[in-house]
């Protein structure tokens, strides 16, 4: 089915790095639902599926601890597929794996009460606010260093439009003319993907791409949401066979790269304070750490701190789903207890994330695009302000 699927050494080393292994003891693990049941199911064709399978997260770092390159959470996602689940987890799966579909209707979210609870949908984590966009008119590049593409995911496009907005003055600033894609209301995948739902994955990917086009003189496609990326990136061209029109490069490895050294250099006589950064599970694999990191320190961050999390419990939809708020809460509070009551920002580039951190810590999540665009327009005050002071 895929490269490397047979491959496993049994070494658990995905065992190891799997945080919800750690944290629920009725979870048998990666090696289990992944190498091992898919070898057992290639000899027994209809093999039932294993109890809590559901409980993975799909954060792919059992495949970043992997020394065989097995596919661990790709094999997981489609021994996902292979559960019985009621009509009614059936029904909220589907909406689940179809945040796009939510993104044209995005009151939906809130949700509450008894509808919520009767189709399994937790009470108690907190949920997005819609918060649209204005969607600009196509760019003119005349006299531009380049094209560059703002892949407006679902969630942003839905609840965090000004993230979208404040990167695509940032990346205008820079030299660049913007062009928001896809035009219409499309997901990545990797929702469907997760859910154990890989063939709906590949059918929403191929829509997305089609709507994408060829994109003539983009230089590359520049993303807001880090799990957009890596499916973008990896999924993509590895598991959905969709050809990638441009290079994926996330905002914050593009603003270190193509923001000139003047813009960093008028940022650092506004006070930021305390600056904590998570690096989603997601970008990890697909990126490494160090971005966020460097983003927040080369615009003069008073204070950083990396959050020392492997993955933050939020998973997409999955600390939605009532059966695995307990789990997504003890993922969480390693958080809460780093952070400890302080006050600060955590930069995060996640939607989902970035509510699920915020309400486990108290912290304000911020989108690194948004803050980076608030601390430029910060400095731009503070020196109108010294002007008008010599002036006077």
Known sequence: MFDADDACLKCSLCVTACPVYREDPQFPGPKVLGPEWHRAALALPGLTAADHVDDCTFCQLCEAACPADVPVAHLIAHHKASQAKSPVVRLRDAVLARPHLMARAPGLAGLGGPPARWVGL??????????????????????????VALFVDCFTRAYDGGAAEAASRLLKAWGYAVRWVPRESRCC????????????ARRIAAATAED?????????????NATCDGTLRDEW????????????????????????????????????????????CRAKVSQGE?????????????????LDVECCGAAGSYAFKAEHHGVAQRLGRRAAGQVGGRSGTLLVDSGTCALHLSQMTGLYAEHPARWLDQRRRGSEANLGRSTAARRT
């Open 189 to 200: 995948g990797a929702a469907a993907y997760a859910a154990g739902q890989p063939a709906t």
């Open 212 to 224: 994408l086009g060829v994109n003539h003189g983009v230089q590359a496609i520049v993303t807001l």
């Open 290 to 306: 160090g971005a966020l990191l460097a983003l927040a320190r080369r615009a003069g961050a008073d204070v950083v701190e990396r």
């Open 122 to 147: 937790s009470v108690e984590t907190r949920r997005p606010r819609p918060q649209p966009l204005r969607w600009p008119a196509e760019p003119a590049a005349t006299g531009a260093r380049g094209i």
């Open 237 to 280: 061209p590895r598991y959905f066979h969709q050809d990638v029109p441009a290079p994926v490069v996330p905002f914050a490895a593009f603003a270190l790269a193509e923001a000139p050294p003047a813009f960093w250099d008028s940022l650092v006589a506004s006070p930021s304070g305390l600056v904590f950064v998570h690096t989603t």
